[in-house]
Structure formats: structure tokens, C-alpha cells
């Protein structure tokens, strides 16, 4: 193992707990300095902007904490208010405000501004990584490697068309196993163990250009005939015109590689979903 990632979320007091987390900012920064007098110089951590008690000067100072603390990699999300949670249900009955959109933007901006000065590379729109430092683990995921996922809750891929996600519980996935000492008697308990989805071609295309935006690489129009065929190729530089007219998308034209602008960064998901098939 050369590599840790430790969900910090924030530095500040408040923050943590706005967001229910059980440690404290004080243990936030001790986790760090544990990790780095521990040896491990490949350190990711994990931070959230646009919470109702994140402030711009509070991230900030989460920003410059994150630096100074000398980690390879940041990955940073924004918050999302989700349904049927503790969070989800105060919005709603209007406890706690909704989230704002120009707190996102904000902030999303001031995270390139300070982490690309800071010598880091933003390769995936929430990951920034220094030079040599980025998620070879994540990045398998986005560019449709076949990963094994071994445990309660953990998901496998092929890297073709078949998904599998095994069962959450500790105790159900557990009770199975004994009784699993063949090949053919893990796939007669296969639905014991886990739940599968088959992708359609269309499904793999539409993730493909979801993931593919997201990264520095873009789509290569190339890679998009190669894998999907001629039709969806022409389908998805077709959508995409309007979007590099707006200045959305930038067009490399000699490769033919189609990436998200500065601006198309905050819009990515919509740029995306329109060149679904």
C-alpha cells in the first residue's frame, strides 16, 4: 500500500459540524501530520465547498491549510443536498437554507485559481493532483478499466458491458460464504451475493463521453469511431457545435479532440447530457 486518502471535508469547526462528521478540525490536521511522520508521502484528502456554513474566507482558509500541509492530491466536491437524509429533510421543511448556486460557482472557481497556483494539475473536474500524484485507482474507473471489488458493498466492472455491486450487510454477505466451496457454487449463490446490471452499448457510449468530458484527455473523435462506431461519432461532434460556438467546448482541430473550457467546467453535466445518445 503507497497510497492514502483521508476524507477531511473541511478544516473548520463549523463545517464538520454542519456536516455530522465525527472528528474535529483539530483531528483533521492530526490525521494528516500522523500519515506524513508515518512515511506516506502519497497523500490524497478529500474537501467539500458550498455548504450553508462554508463561507468564502472559510474556504479559503481550507484551500491554504490543504497546501501548506504539503499533499499530492485533492479532490473536491460540492455539497449535495440528497433526499431522504438528515440534511434533505431540513431543506425541505426550510430548517437549514438551500444551497447556493453562486456559492458553488465561487468557490469552485477560487479552488482551480488556488490549488492550479499551487502547482497542481486539475486532470478530472474535482481531482487535482501534483506532477506524478494522480489517482491511478480513480482513473481506472474513468477510463472503463475492469475492476474486482472484494467485500460487503464493493463493485466489480468487466470493462465491458457487466456491473456488479455486492450486498451492504456485513451479516447476509458473511452467511453466505460457507456454503460456497466451488466456481459453480458462487455462481448458483451469485444472487445471494450481489446485485448485476448488463449496459447497453448506448449506456457504455453515454459514459464514456460523461467520464471522457470530465478528464484533461477530452474525447477524441477517433477513440469515439474506434469504440462506438461512425454513427455515434458524428452524432456526438454534432452536439457538441453548439457548445464550442459558445465557448463551452474547445475544439483541438488537428487531433480532433473535443475539452471543456474554463467556463464549460461549471456546466459540465449539461454539456455532457447533450451529447448522449
Known amino acids: 500500500m503507497n497510497r492514502l486518502s483521508i476524507g477531511i471535508q473541511s478544516f473548520d469547526e463549523a463545517d464538520l459540524r454542519f456536516m455530522n462528521r465525527a472528528h474535529d478540525a483539530r483531528q483533521a490536521l492530526a490525521a ?35 497546501t501548506d500541509l504539503g499533499v499530492n492530491h485533492v479532490a473536491a466536491y460540492a455539497l449535495t443536498v440528497e433526499p431522504k437524509t438528515a440534511l ?40 487535482f493532483a501534483r506532477p506524478g500524484h494522480r489517482s491511478r485507482h480513480n482513473s481506472g474507473y474513468w477510463t472503463g478499466r475492469p475492476y474486482l471489488g472484494i467485500g460487503p458493498g464493493a463493485h466489480s466492472f468487466d470493462g465491458q458491458f457487466r456491473r456488479r455491486w455486492n450486498v451492504s450487510n456485513n451479516a447476509r454477505y458473511a452467511k453466505v460464504w460457507p456454503e460456497i466451496a466451488t466456481a459453480d457454487a458462487f455462481v448458483d449463490a451469485g444472487p445471494l451475493l450481489y446485485t448485476e446490471e448488463l449496459l447497453r452499448p448506448r449506456d457504455r457510449y453515454n459514459e464514456f463521453v460523461m467520464t471522457s468530458l470530465r478528464r484533461t484527455e477530452g474525447v477524441a473523435v477517433a477513440e469515439l469511431n474506434r469504440r462506438f462506431g461512425a454513427d455515434l461519432a458524428r452524432h456526438f461532434v454534432r452536439e457538441m457545435q453548439v457548445h464550442v460556438g459558445n465557448g463551452n467546448v474547445e475544439l483541438e482541430q488537428d487531433r480532433q479532440i473535443y475539452r471543456l473550457s474554463r467556463r464549460g467546467l461549471a456546466v459540465a453535466d449539461g454539456v455532457a447530457a447533450d451529447g448522449f445518445y
Open 32 to 66: 494528516v501530520g500522523k500519515v506524513r511522520a508515518a512515511g506516506f508521502d502519497n497523500l490524497s484528502i478529500d474537501l467539500i465547498y458550498g455548504a450553508q456554513t462554508t463561507t468564502d474566507e472559510t474556504w479559503s482558509r481550507n484551500l491554504h491549510v490543504a
Open 88 to 127: 434533505g429533510h431540513q431543506v425541505a421543511t426550510g430548517a437549514v437554507p438551500d444551497t447556493s448556486d453562486r456559492r458553488f460557482a465561487v468557490q469552485f472557481g477560487m479552488l482551480i485559481d488556488h490549488l492550479t497556483a499551487a502547482g497542481f494539475e486539475q486532470y478530472e473536474i474535482s481531482n
